[in-house]
Structure formats: C-alpha cells, structure tokens
Nanobody
Framework: QVQVVESGGGLVHPGGSLNLSCAASGSIFSIRAMDWHRQAPGRQRELVATLASGGSTNYADSVKGRFTISRDNAKNTVYLQMNSLNPEDTAVYYC?????????????WGQGTQVTVSS
C-alpha cells in the first residue's frame, strides 16, 4: 500500500507565493517520477510539472519561470514552489507518483490541496 499526501495549499493574494509538498510513503522500492497536476472548476485536470528520477524536469507553458519542482529523496517528498501567482492558478493541486512496488510499476494520486489566488 502506498500513501500520497499533499499539503501547503491555501489562500494567497495575486503576486504571492506558496510552496506545496507531497510525501509518498508505504511499500515503495523506488520512485520513478513525481508530478504535479491541477484541476480548476469546470476544467480538465492538467499537468503542471514533472520531475523524473534522473532529475529532469518539465513544466506547463503557463507556469514556466514561475513554478519550480524539486524533491528530497531521503523523504520521498516532492515540492512545488509557486511564485507570482495569479487568479488563473486557482485550482486543486494533485500529486502523482510513479513508483516501483511489489506488483510492478504503479501510479498513485494524492487527495489534492486547494490553492486559491484572490484579492
């Protein structure tokens, strides 16, 4: 069993910053990749940032230069530093991890954390 728990969401003014955390725990042999996705009301879930085990990163065009994904391997934790936030960033942010477990390579989602950007 693998647990994925996000934290760090909240209400922030336009131009502000938030740092989201996502911790994976359980029977994990190794982590292949950790991603952040988001879903705004009435919209499809979209990929925001990815971080592969080798360290390569990718970002959605809408967040490039403002968001930074990083990780702490010892803690099986990935972070999303979000700067210069604007109302269009308002969404539930979800963490997704791709991990090797006893059954093979599996993906797990967290429960999400709400980010609201409003004045």
């Amino acid at each position: 069993q693998v647990q994925v728990v996000e934290s760090g969401g909240g209400l922030v003014h336009p131009g502000g910053s938030l740092n989201l955390s996502c911790a994976a725990s359980g029977s994990i042999f190794s982590i292949r990749a950790m991603d952040w996705h988001r879903q705004a009301p009435g919209r499809q879930r979209e990929l925001v940032a990815t971080l592969a085990s080798g360290g390569s990163t990718n970002y959605a065009d809408s967040v490039k230069g403002r968001f930074t994904i990083s990780r702490d391997n010892a803690k099986n934790t990935v972070y999303l530093q979000m700067n210069s936030l604007n109302p269009e960033d308002t969404a539930v942010y979800y963490c997704n991890v791709l991990v090797w477990v006893t059954q093979g390579l599996k993906r797990y989602w967290g429960q999400g954390t709400q980010v609201t950007v409003s004045s």
